[in-house]
């Protein structure tokens, strides 16, 4: 790390010579001033049509701007945080976060967002209520997962960790975004070449080289759900196993991202595709979150009795994206001996 120099050497050792109280007292003033500060309009969104992530509902909206937010009681709810609003909700987070960072945990600045609410009037007016940039959600996850990880969650927080698992699978950073958009019907109103960004950062413009990224137990485990016995002597697989991996991994990436990979890398003259979709995903991006998916994928594979159970436990806690959950469509030929058990 570079030396700190100058004035903000100063300021570090002025800051280092308060006690936890002042650097406390500090924070809250400085979030009594922001809170003081701009009232936005909201243009989208009301409480009646929530961002779902599985059985969790979150109420969101898109202010002036195009700034998705969280609102504040929603975000507590949705976390597994006792509700409240106002000054005092935004310290819920901010001193989870200032717990946790004195363990040694990465808050991500985490602190100083959560002491800077956004407060909003809804579409429709009435009361001004606060709330988070959506993208406040997926840090917040991460930094509750690590923290249950490591031990830093005391017995009462505990169950943050949990809830923050669910949570995390259920968008990427760029994921919620269109999730927001889609729950208060800015989707239908959005600049035209949003959608276009998303996949920018999802598809990489030239092809990566191979790489080993789906774990054998992913194999293994559809094998067992599907009633079919797993060899480990062979790398054949049922041709229509592409068709289930394209529904239960590329398809709950992002919004559009299976389409475009599609484009992107067609079949051939003879119904194959020269290279693996996953070889087109973004280095950044998509494919980190494609491994992201592929953990909770195969855990949940894991915990599930059959098909049934499987998709059932999938479609609950990892949807598709803007798509109907369900899976439909026919396969035979050399496949047909399979009972399609699960379909």
Same mark, same amino acid.
């Given at each position: 790390?570079?030396?700190?120099?100058?004035?903000?050497?100063?300021?570090?050792?002025?800051?280092?010579?308060?006690?936890?109280?002042?650097?406390?007292?500090?924070?809250?003033?400085?979030?009594?001033?922001?809170?003081?500060?701009?009232?936005?309009?909201?243009?989208?969104?009301?409480?009646?049509?929530?961002?779902?992530?599985?059985?969790?509902?979150?109420?969101?909206?898109?202010?002036?701007?195009?700034?998705?937010?969280?609102?504040?009681?929603?975000?507590?709810?949705?976390?597994?945080?006792?509700?409240?609003?106002?000054?005092?909700?935004?310290?819920?987070?901010?001193?989870?976060?200032?717990?946790?960072?004195?363990?040694?945990?990465?808050?991500?600045?985490?602190?100083?967002?959560?002491?800077?609410?956004?407060?909003?009037?809804?579409?429709?007016?009435?009361?001004?209520?606060?709330?988070?940039?959506?993208?406040?959600?997926?840090?917040?996850?991460?930094?509750?997962?690590?923290? *249950?990880?490591?031990? !830093?969650?005391? $017995?009462? +927080?505990?169950?943050?960790?949990?809830?923050? %698992?669910? &949570?995390?699978?259920?968008?990427?950073?760029?994921?919620?975004?269109?999730?927001?958009?889609?729950?208060?019907?800015?989707?239908?109103?959005?600049?035209?070449?949003?959608?276009?960004?998303?996949?920018?950062?999802?598809?990489?413009?030239?092809?990566?080289?191979?790489?080993?990224?789906?774990?054998?137990?992913?194999?293994?485990?559809?094998?067992?759900?599907?009633?079919?016995?797993?060899?480990?002597?062979?790398?054949?697989?049922?041709?229509?196993?592409?068709?289930?991996?394209?529904?239960?991994?590329?398809?709950?990436?992002?919004?559009?991202?299976?389409?475009?990979?599609?484009?992107?890398?067609?079949?051939?003259?003879?119904?194959?595709?020269?290279?693996?979709?996953?070889?087109?995903?973004?280095?950044?991006?998509?494919?980190?979150?494609?491994?992201?998916?592929? *953990?909770?994928?195969? !855990?949940?594979? $894991?915990? +599930?009795?059959?098909?049934?159970?499987?998709? %059932?436990? &999938?479609?609950?806690?990892?949807?598709?994206?803007?798509?109907?959950?369900?899976?439909?469509?026919?396969?035979?030929?050399?496949?047909?001996?399979?009972?399609?058990?699960?379909?």
């Amino acid at each position: 790390m570079d030396e700190v120099t100058g004035r903000a050497k100063g300021g570090v050792a002025r800051a280092e010579a308060l006690s936890p109280d002042q650097r406390l007292e500090i924070a809250k003033n400085a979030a009594a001033m922001r809170w003081s500060g701009e009232i936005k309009q909201a243009t989208h969104g009301s409480d009646d049509h929530p961002l779902k992530i599985g059985e969790i509902e979150i109420p969101c909206y898109v202010l002036e701007g195009e700034i998705r937010v969280l609102s504040q009681r929603g975000l507590h709810f949705g976390l597994g945080l006792p509700e409240g609003g106002g000054r005092r909700g935004a310290r819920k987070i901010a001193s989870l976060m200032e717990g946790l960072s004195e363990k040694g945990i990465n808050v991500r600045g985490l602190i100083e967002r959560a002491n800077s609410p956004i407060r909003f009037t809804p579409p429709h007016g009435g009361k001004t209520a606060a709330g988070y940039e959506a993208t406040i959600l997926p840090d917040i996850c991460a930094v509750l997962i690590q923290a *249950g990880q490591q031990g !830093a969650l005391n $017995k009462r +927080s505990e169950h943050l960790a949990e809830r923050a %698992a669910v &949570l995390q699978h259920g968008f990427a950073t760029l994921g919620i975004i269109a999730l927001v958009d889609e729950a208060t019907g800015f989707q239908k109103d959005r600049a035209k070449d949003a959608l276009a960004r998303i996949l920018e950062a999802f598809i990489a413009k030239e092809l990566r080289p191979w790489l080993q990224t789906f774990p054998p137990d992913f194999y293994q485990e559809m094998f067992r759900l599907r009633g079919m016995n797993y060899s480990s002597d062979t790398v054949q697989r049922p041709r229509y196993f592409g068709l289930l991996t394209n529904d239960i991994v590329y398809d709950r990436l992002a919004p559009g991202v299976l389409e475009e990979l599609k484009r992107v890398n067609p079949k051939d003259d003879i119904g194959r595709r020269k290279h693996r979709h996953f070889q087109w995903l973004t280095s950044n991006v998509g494919y980190p979150k494609l491994r992201e998916h592929l *953990g909770a994928v195969v !855990a949940t594979m $894991k915990l +599930s009795m059959d098909w049934h159970d499987f998709r %059932a436990k &999938l479609d609950k806690n990892y949807p598709r994206k803007g798509k109907p959950t369900q899976l439909s469509f026919d396969y035979g030929g050399e496949d047909a001996d399979d009972d399609g058990k699960g379909l």
